[in-house]
């Protein structure tokens, strides 16, 4: 199943190179193969921050999950980093190669509707407190309809976070998860998930490890942290809403990405179901 559409996602760090994302989509459009790039950029999140003097903050759940504090100037300057620098990067390198694209954020046409967390259970000191005015959000909705015109009309959607929430106001959501949710929503045969290493590695110390699959499970996986943690969520996710070929792949070279989006190299993520197929 699947529409043959690709949905790549980049972040973030800063070793991920646009010139080699950007390559890889513009080859997928002089194939006339359809794409969306989602694209994140905490890297870019943390630098703006810094230079606009305004201090980010980390919730830690009491699973251990750390994730970004958004109270209102670290919106502001999610929405700066991610909209006003990480997203024309993007366009002006897809540009270069002759790609018409278009850059977008989840509040343009309603694009990404989400709901706002409105009591985030964090450890403090050891003790457990609930945030009530963070203004991050869970995914509810992807509005199809202007990523079909586009893509009809031969472009390439360049979406990022933030999203828009039930009460009219933007929430910070995480780049992978719209990457799954757009993926999931436009019924994509692939989606890629592109980031500064290699693919899922057993040891994240030893990059020469990569697994080549990697089945999602309930558990928590001690080999697996930090980011790459949201990546398996996200991953998960398209794999939950049938999307076909789910890989994390090397962002940071051109071959890597090329092999990626024609469904080879990095890791690929499959479900409990698809490894009890597969031969002992
Ligand atoms: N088992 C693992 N395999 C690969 N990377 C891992 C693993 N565990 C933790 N990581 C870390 O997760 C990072 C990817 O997450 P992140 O930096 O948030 O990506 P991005 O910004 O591209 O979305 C890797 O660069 C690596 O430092
Ligand atoms: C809620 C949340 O985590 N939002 C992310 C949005 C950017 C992002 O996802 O960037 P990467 O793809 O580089 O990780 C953040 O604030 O960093």
């Known amino acids: 199943m699947g529409t043959g559409l690709t949905v790549v996602k980049c972040g973030g760090t800063a070793e991920v190179r646009a010139e080699a994302v950007c390559a890889g989509v513009a080859r997928l459009v002089r194939e006339k193969r359809p794409v969306v790039l989602v694209h994140g950029g905490s890297a870019t999140v943390t630098e703006l921050a810094g230079r606009l003097g305004v201090p980010l903050g980390e919730l830690v759940a009491p699973d251990g999950t750390v994730s970004r504090r958004t109270d209102p100037a670290t919106l502001e300057v999610v929405t700066l980093a991610l909209a006003g620098k990480a997203k024309p990067a993007l366009l002006l390198e897809l540009a270069r190669f002759g790609v018409p694209a278009v850059g977008l954020t989840g509040l343009d046409a309603g694009l990404l509707r989400a709901r706002r967390k409105t009591a985030l259970r964090t450890v403090v000191d050891g003790r457990t407190v609930v945030v009530r005015d963070d203004r991050s959000g869970r995914l509810t909705s992807v509005a199809t309809p202007l990523l079909h015109a586009l893509l009809a009309e031969g472009m390439v959607p360049v979406l990022s976070p933030p999203a828009l929430a039930e009460d009219g106001l933007p929430v910070n959501v995480n780049a992978d998860r719209v990457a799954a949710a757009v993926a999931a929503a436009l019924d994509a045969s692939r989606l890629?998930?592109?980031?500064?290493?290699?693919?899922?590695?057993?040891?994240?110390?030893?990059?020469?490890?990569?697994?080549?699959?990697?089945?999602v499970g309930d558990g928590r996986d001690p080999a697996v942290g930090g980011g790459m943690t949201v990546k398996i969520t996200a991953a998960r996710?398209?794999?939950?809403?049938?999307?076909?070929?789910?890989?994390?792949?090397?962002?940071?070279?051109?071959?890597?990405?090329?092999?990626?989006l024609d469904g080879l190299g990095g890791t690929r993520i499959v479900g409990a179901e698809t490894t009890r197929r597969t031969p002992r």
């Open 237 to 260: 996710e398209a794999l939950e809403a049938g999307v076909g070929d789910v890989r994390i792949a090397d962002g940071r070279f051109t071959d890597t990405v090329a092999d990626a």
């Open 192 to 215: 890629v998930l592109l980031t500064g290493a290699p693919g899922v590695l057993a040891d994240s110390a030893d990059p020469g490890s990569l697994r080549a699959r990697y089945q």
